[in-house]
């Protein structure tokens, strides 16, 4: 039984008492423990929302995916535009529907596909690092309250405005009703098994995760520093230059292309490994997609800062002047009558 007892506890996430009980309950079969756990425990909290930012006009919706029992990410997902439809989208519909929507909106005209990326790149972080612990006991506690307040803040200061206005929804589920490469909606779409490395090689199940071959954006300039001294959480750019119709699909989605024009996208370092002559560097477009690239050992890119987004000032201080003018003109039409 105790073989079973650990079996289950690696299968399941449960702690050693469920698995004992469960077990008990079942006399001692594995696969209806399994079953019984699955059915028992909501582990997966599924946060949806949107925003408003005033002060940008930008209008967007996001999904955070979290396994309460392991404490991190299991995906996350953000659209973000200038089209005030999207915030008139329903949050309060099953979890499947809204991530698959959000992400067939990700595909419209006007997204700002820079600013996804960020709102991802930050959500990922600032909840694996400095609100890791009060994120997760909220969570724990029920306290979808506090929650929405910490996930406010880091959408807030992407961008940059205190007084975005946020409406989340929160869906618990159990492990049977989210089965992680199953049901990975942006990847299932394309017919391929979610779980790929690279040259389609299989990873951990749970993980739900793929890997997709890029190619970093090298630079010469005094300012560059060499591959083996980028450190983990480093700011880069690469192209993804994967042919997989699974890999082009997540790549119009993250904005890496335009047409048949690839575009460069900032990513975060995961990791840097030698590999004979070569560097290997792995990077993170958000939680579930990696890249891959394998470099020379002379090369050297740019490291980043982090970015700021920011209205075009000159064109949005003209467009007041002009809408002033207009209204000065009128008013003086009016008063001459």
Known sequence: MRENVKIL???????????????????????????SID????????????????????????????????????????????????????????????????????????????????????????IASEHRKSFFQNLKDRNYEETTGILRSIISKSLEDPQLKVEMDVEEL???????????TILSEGGVKPSLSKAGETVNRKESTIVLNTELVTDASSSSVEIEKLRKNDLILVKILDSRDIAQYLSRLLGGCKGEEVIPLSTIVEEVREEGEQWVVRTRFSPGILGEAVVEKRATVKRLRPQKFTIEKKKFHLGILGLTLILGIILYILMRR
């Open 9 to 35: 506890m690696e299968e399941t996430g449960c702690d050693e008492g469920q698995a004992e009980l469960a077990l008990h309950s079942t006399g001692d079969n594995l696969e209806k423990a399994i079953k």
């Open 39 to 126: 059915q028992l425990l909501r582990y997966i909290i599924v946060i949806k929302g949107k925003f408003i930012c005033d002060q940008t006009n930008v209008y967007g919706q996001f999904i955070v995916i979290s396994h309460l029992h392991q404490k991190r990410i299991v995906r996350l997902g953000a659209v973000a535009t200038y089209d005030p439809v999207i915030y008139e989208g329903d949050i309060n519909c099953k979890w499947r529907d809204f991530e698959k929507r959000l992400y067939a909106d990700r595909l419209s005209e006007g997204c700002v596909h820079e600013l996804i990326q960020k709102l991802e790149q930050n959500l990922n972080w600032e």
């Open 174 to 184: 159990n492990l049977s009703q989210f089965k992680f490469p199953q049901e990975s």
